[in-house]
């Protein structure tokens, strides 16, 4: 009889738990991105315009494609948001030498500083978190999210020696 007990405590921990996860994740992000909103908002950007500017950042001379890879947006949600910020000077758009098809992007030197601004506080509150949890949390952290993504091609690029 007790074994049911603890079977039926442990669905609802188990229950609990990952609501509690979910919970977490939405509150985290609610947190995370209040100050770059403030930010985008005084350009009329949005968080599209933000994951642009990242990735390219982070990438530079990536090609479109690999950008509509990553984010996982349409080509006619891309265009409006990557239009606008090539218009506006954050990002540069060239010809690949070897392809000319395709397109190269990268930040220019305003798309460089805007970025910086709006991932310095990201930057600031994961390293806080980072520090306060202690490496075991990190690595652990760092699974859970990974196994939170979907597909294995997205997980391969955080596997340990990938940067």
């Known amino acids: 009889m007790s074994d049911i007990k603890t079977r039926e405590n442990a669905v ?16 985290a992000y609610r947190d995370f991105t209040a100050e770059p909103d403030a930010m985008l908002a005084r350009y009329n950007f949005g968080r599209a315009h933000h994951r642009v500017i990242y990735f390219v950042g982070r990438h530079p001379q990536m090609s479109v494609s690999e950008l509509l890879g990553i984010l996982r947006i349409t080509k006619q949600s891309l265009a409006r948001v990557l239009g606008q910020l090539i218009r506006q000077g954050f990002i540069t758009q060239n010809a690949n030498r070897a392809d000319r098809r395709q397109r190269l992007l990268s930040l220019t030197t305003q798309g460089i500083e805007l970025e910086r601004q709006l991932s310095e506080n990201q930057r600031q509150r994961i390293q806080r978190a980072f520090e306060e949890a202690g490496p075991q949390a ?10 939170v ?8 690029r955080f596997r340990r020696g990938r940067r």
Not at 149 to 156: P, Q
């Open 149 to 156: 993504i979907s597909g294995e091609t997205d997980r391969v």
């Open 12 to 27: 609802v921990t188990v229950e609990d738990e990952v609501r509690q996860g979910i919970e977490l994740l939405f509150y």
């Open 138 to 147: 990190v690595e652990g952290f760092r699974r859970v999210m990974t196994n």
